[in-house]
C-alpha cells in the first residue's frame, strides 16, 4: 500500500463457509453499479466482498465508499495513482482469506439461478482438486475446450469473468506487476496454470453476461460481437451458443 492509498475494512466476518468475492475496476462507473447491483440481488450463499479500484477519481469514489458505509462492501481498497491491472488483482487477493477465493471484472453479469451461481462453482472447485480457475462463460468468449468431467469443461484459457481461484494457486503464483503495468492478467493466470501442471475450466450450464463495450487496459471499443441472452434471469444464450 502506498501512503495515496485508502483501505477500508470491516474485518473478516468468521461463518462456517465465507467466500471471498473480489471485484477490481478503474474509472467505469456505469459498468460496475450494475455488476455490483447483479451481485448483491443474486448471490444467496454466504460471501465477503473486496472492491479494488485502480485510481478512479470522482462520483466513483464517493458511491463505492457510501457503499461500504452501508455494509454492501466489506473491504475496500481506493488507489489514488494508477498501478495496473496486475496489481490491483494481487491488491485483491492480499485481503482475502477464503479458498477458493472469487474474482470479477466490473463489467461482468451473474446470473438468477436455484442453486445460486456461487454455491455451483463451490461444488466444481471440491470436486476437481486440480483445478486452478474455474470460471463462468461468458458466451461470446472464445473457447477452446480439450476435454470434460461432469459439469466441468477443461480448455486452454480463460477470459476475466466470474473467476473461481484456488488460493494455493494464486498465493505461490502472484501475477508479476510494476507501477502502470497493463499486460493481461488472464492470460498470464492462465500461462502460468499450464505450466505449472494445474488444469483451467469453465462450469457448464452456468453463464455470465459482459455489458462492457471497451478494454478497461486500452480503453479501445471491442471489435468482437456480443450475444445477447434469450433469458434475462440466467443468462442462457441461444443453444447454439451454449455448451
Not at 53 to 67: A, M, P, R, T, Y
Request: with cysteine; proline share 5%.
Amino acid at each position: 500500500m502506498n501512503e495515496d492509498d485508502l483501505r477500508l475494512t470491516t474485518g473478516y466476518d468468521i461463518m462456517e463457509r465465507t467466500t471471498d468475492i473480489v471485484v477490481t475496476t478503474r474509472k467505469r462507473f456505469i459498468y460496475l453499479t450494475q455488476t455490483l447491483r447483479y451481485l448483491w440481488e443474486r448471490t444467496r450463499t454466504p460471501y465477503r466482498l473486496t472492491v479494488v479500484d485502480d485510481g478512479s477519481i470522482g462520483k466513483q469514489v464517493d458511491w463505492l465508499i457510501e457503499q461500504f458505509h452501508c455494509g454492501r462492501i466489506n473491504s475496500l481498497v481506493l488507489k489514488g495513482t494508477r498501478h495496473g491491472a496486475m496489481a490491483n488483482l494481487n491488491a485483491g487477493a492480499w485481503m482475502t482469506y477464503s479458498d477458493p477465493v472469487v474474482f470479477v471484472d466490473d463489467d461482468i453479469l451473474c446470473p438468477d439461478i436455484e442453486p445460486d451461481w456461487l454455491s455451483r462453482g463451490l461444488v466444481e472447485m471440491d470436486r476437481h482438486g486440480e483445478l486452478a480457475m474455474l470460471a463462468l462463460r461468458h458466451p461470446g468468449a472464445k473457447v477452446k475446450p480439450y476435454d470434460r468431467a461432469g459439469n466441468v469443461v477443461y480448455c486452454w484459457s480463460l477470459g476475466g469473468t466470474y473467476c473461481f481461484m484456488r488460493r494455493r494457486f494464486v498465493t505461490e503464483h502472484p501475477l508479476p506487476h510494476r507501477a502502470g503495468h497493463l499486460a493481461k492478467p488472464m492470460e498470464e493466470r492462465c500461462r502460468i496454470a499450464h505450466t505449472n501442471g494445474w488444469r483451467i475450466g469453465y462450469l457448464s450450464g452456468v453463464y455470465c453476461q459482459h455489458i462492457g463495450v471497451e478494454s478497461v487496459l486500452t480503453g479501445k471499443k471491442y471489435g468482437g460481437r456480443f450475444i445477447e441472452p434469450v433469458d434475462a434471469k440466467t443468462l442462457r444464450p441461444p443453444e447454439k451458443y451454449a455448451d
